[in-house]
């Protein structure tokens, strides 16, 4: 019987690889992403955690939410458990404007508030007029 439910997880963990939603797949942990004229803010859920396992950074105008969960107790005999561990890590592209070095991150309750202020956004480009009275 032992055997059997040990089969059944992996089976269970290589198939929830494949779903989006499920908490080992590439969208853990999950994410609101609010874009306004003012600001972007990132919101993680990040149960179980605290600021001490997450690590923040902006580095070309992609932020990154990184970190681990640790396993609590190594005892084998504690029988089933459908908890996840280990390394995790989210990346997002920010829009033009974001004042990266403005950044601030507050980590409450499991979950994780990254709010980046947005400044005057650099032009993307620009029409050049051409002068039809020039003569060649």
Not at 90 to 102: A, C, I, N, Q
Request: with cysteine; hydrophobic share 30%; proline share 6%.
């Amino acid at each position: 019987m032992s055997l059997q439910r040990e089969i059944d997880r992996l089976f269970d963990d290589f198939m929830q690889a494949w779903d989006p939603r499920s908490p080992t797949g590439s969208t853990w942990p999950s994410v609101e992403v609010a874009d306004t004229d003012t600001a972007m803010t990132v919101t993680a859920e990040l149960p179980g955690l605290t600021e001490k396992d997450v690590t923040l950074s902006v580095d070309n105008g992609v932020l990154c939410i990184c970190g681990e969960r640790r396993q609590e107790s190594t005892d084998a005999s504690s029988g089933y458990s459908e908890r996840r561990y280990g390394r995790f890590e989210r990346r997002f592209s920010l829009p033009h404007g974001v004042k990266e070095d403005e950044a601030t991150a507050r980590f409450q309750n499991g979950v994780l508030t990254v709010t980046m202020p947005k400044g005057a956004e650099a032009p993307q480009g620009r029409r050049i007029p051409i002068n039809t009275e020039t003569q060649h």
